[in-house]
């Protein structure tokens, strides 16, 4: 299952089925805007996103879609 997180022109897409929660996301954001809940990844502050693609690069399991990636 795919879950959308959006804010303004942003979305950030995880893709749950995908998602191991190894966290790789929360660690490279510079701006903190990811979180672990029950395992996986969640875009909890898609508003303070930078666009740097970070989240996106560090997934090892290809997870995470950007709008702007």
Avoid: R
């Amino acid at each position: 299952m795919k879950k959308e997180y959006k804010e303004g022109s942003i979305t950030i897409t995880i893709d749950e089925e995908k998602c191991q929660g190894a966290g790789e996301c929360v660690t490279a954001c510079p701006v903190e805007i990811f979180s672990l809940v029950n395992g996986k990844a969640v875009a909890t502050k898609v508003g303070e996103c930078i666009e740097c693609c970070a989240c996106v690069n560090a997934c090892p399991h290809s997870a995470l879609e950007h709008s702007s990636c």
